[in-house]
């Protein structure tokens, strides 16, 4: 694969008060890429994703989607922030999927399916339907069209809110623990979906704790501790070979 990465985080700088949540974290992920990144709690993946989602504005370095500035917009000379109009166009060209399913209660699965694609990207009603049954399809339910969300199990809810992030068509998908809510029983019908996208070209960055999942569905994996890129390879190097103590120290834990 060559040319412009779909993604492209350089230097990534963000603190809470004094705590440098991400201190310098680059990152690159090519079209068709899927990364998978682990690391210990409070190591800085969700604010990773969370920054390049723009739910939470940099301090430093620079993050470019499709070759284009994130967040920013040179203006006479100068970077100047996007105004909110736009920013929500960039994030339009991303879906993230959270812990929680973040669905909206009260509205339908169908509903929440159609809303942001009507939204977003002003797709007529009837054709945003027809994508929504169409991604129902895809993470295997079909029968739940008319079903409010807590009529499902957190399975199911999550794979609804997979589903919606699908529905505006991103570039890329961004997951940050997508099974860390759900009972035991439930993580595997979450994470077929989420092989399955991997298996049809999606371009994604998974945060995950499921150690077995990140080695698998990974073509690239990355080890964060403390704000920082540990460590990065394929998941051969990562979980066969991995060179930092830290990291090794880390995947002791699991075995
Ligand atoms: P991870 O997802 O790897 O567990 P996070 O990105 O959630 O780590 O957090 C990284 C660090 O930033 C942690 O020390 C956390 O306490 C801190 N942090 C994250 N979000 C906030 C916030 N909104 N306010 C203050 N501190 C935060
Ligand atoms: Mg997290």
């Known amino acids: 694969m060559s040319g412009e990465p779909v993604l492209r985080v350089r230097e990534v700088r963000k603190s809470f008060g004094d705590h440098a949540a991400l201190d310098g974290v680059s990152?690159?992920?090519?079209?068709?890429?899927v990364v998978t990144v682990i690391g210990p709690s409070g190591s800085g993946k969700s604010t990773l994703?969370?920054?390049?989602?723009?739910?939470e504005a940099i301090d430093g370095g620079a993050m470019y989607l499709d070759g284009e500035l994130l967040g920013h917009e040179f203006h006479r000379g100068h970077l100047r922030p996007l105004p909110a109009r736009k920013v929500a166009a960039q994030r339009s060209r991303m879906g993230m999927v959270f812990q929680q399913f973040n669905l909206f209660a009260h509205w339908s699965v169908l509903r929440n399916l159609t809303e942001p694609q009507v939204l977003v990207h002003g797709t007529p009603v009837e054709k945003a339907r027809e994508?929504?049954?169409?991604?129902?399809e895809r993470v295997g339910l079909s029968d739940k069209a008319q079903a409010?969300?807590?009529q499902l199990s957190g399975g199911q809810q999550q794979r609804v809110a997979i589903a919606r992030a699908l529905a505006t068509n991103?570039?890329?998908m961004l997951f940050d623990e997508p099974t860390s809510a759900l009972d035991p029983e439930?993580?595997?019908?979450?994470?077929?979906?989420?092989?399955?996208?991997?298996?049809?070209?999606m371009t994604m960055i998974i945060v995950t704790h499921e150690m077995s999942f990140a080695r698998e569905v990974a073509d690239r994996c990355v080890f964060m501790e403390k704000g920082r890129v540990v460590e990065t390879g394929t998941p051969?190097?990562?979980?066969?070979?991995?060179?930092?103590?830290?990291?090794?120290?880390?995947l002791s834990r699991f075995s």
Do not use: T
């Open 131 to 136: 994508e929504a049954l169409r991604l129902l």
């Open 170 to 172: 991103p570039r890329i």
């Open 27 to 33: 990152l690159e992920v090519r079209e068709g890429e």
């Open 236 to 250: 051969e190097e990562i979980f066969e070979h991995p060179r930092s103590p830290r990291l090794r120290a880390f």
């Open 49 to 55: 994703v969370r920054c390049v989602h723009q739910l």
């Open 148 to 150: 409010h969300p807590r």
């Open 186 to 201: 439930l993580v595997d019908e979450v994470l077929s979906v989420v092989r399955d996208l991997a298996g049809g070209g």
